[in-house]
C-alpha cells in the first residue's frame, strides 16, 4: 500500500462536504464532528482511493479487512460519550482511522488487532504516532480484551459479534460505555451497554449496520 500524507486545501475541502453530509444522516455531536473534520481519512488509504476518501462509504484495505463507512464510525463515536482522557478499548483496530478520531477526541486508546499482517503495518506506518501519542496497538484476540490494562470507561467493537464478549462486559467500569454491532447474519444491531454505578446494565439498539465478522483467536500474515 502506498500512502499519501499531505493534507492540502483539496482534502480540507472534500473533508468539510463529508462533514456536511454526516449532518444530514443525522450525527449532531459537534465534538465528533470536529474530530472526523481533523483527521486525514486519506492517509489510511492506498493513494489510488485519495480522490474518493471522503465519500461516506467503506473502502478495502489490506489483509481482505475494510476502513469502516465514516457515517459508522461518527456513529459508534457518539454513542460512546467520550470525554477527554477516558480510557477506551478499541476491538479491531483495522486501519486504525476509528482509533484516531478516539484519539481527536482526547481519548486514551487501547486498540487490539487479530490479523497479524495487520496489526504490524499499523505499528510500523501509523501516520500519528507523534500527534495522538495516547494511541497503543496491540496484537491478540479482541474476544478476550485486555485485563491487564482495564478496566475501561469505555469499550467499541469494530467487528461484528454474534453476541456480547462476556469478558469485554466484565473490562468495562461501573458507570461504563459499551457499544457493538451485535448478531450472526450479514447485518448487526448497533447496540450500547451502560453499565449503571453498581453493574447493572441497561441495554438499547440502534438499528441494522454491516461489519466484517468478528472472529476467535489470531491469524498470521
Ligand atoms: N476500526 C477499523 C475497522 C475495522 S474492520 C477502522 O477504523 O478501519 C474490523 C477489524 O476487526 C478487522 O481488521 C479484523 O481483522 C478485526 N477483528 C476481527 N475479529 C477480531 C478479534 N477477535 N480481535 C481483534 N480484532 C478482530
Redesign the pocket.
Known sequence: MIRVTEDTYFHKGLRKKLIDTLRSKGIKDEKVLDAINAVPRHY?LDQALVKIAYEDRAFP?DHG????QPYT?AFQSELLEIKKYDKVL??????????TVLGALGAQVFT????EG?FKEVKKYYPFKSKYPLIKFFF????KGLPTYGPFDKIII??GAPSLPEKLLEQLKPNGILVAPLGEGEQQIMTRYKKGPKGGVKIETFGEFS??????GVAGK
Do not use: H, K, N
Open positions: 489510511f484495505i479487512q475494510t476502513i469502516s464510525v478499541e476491538v479491531g483496530t483495522g486501519s486504525a482511522y476509528q482509533a487490539i488487532e487479530r490479523q495487520l491478540g484476540d479482541g474476544y469494530t467487528a461489519f466484517v465478522p468478528m472472529l476467535q
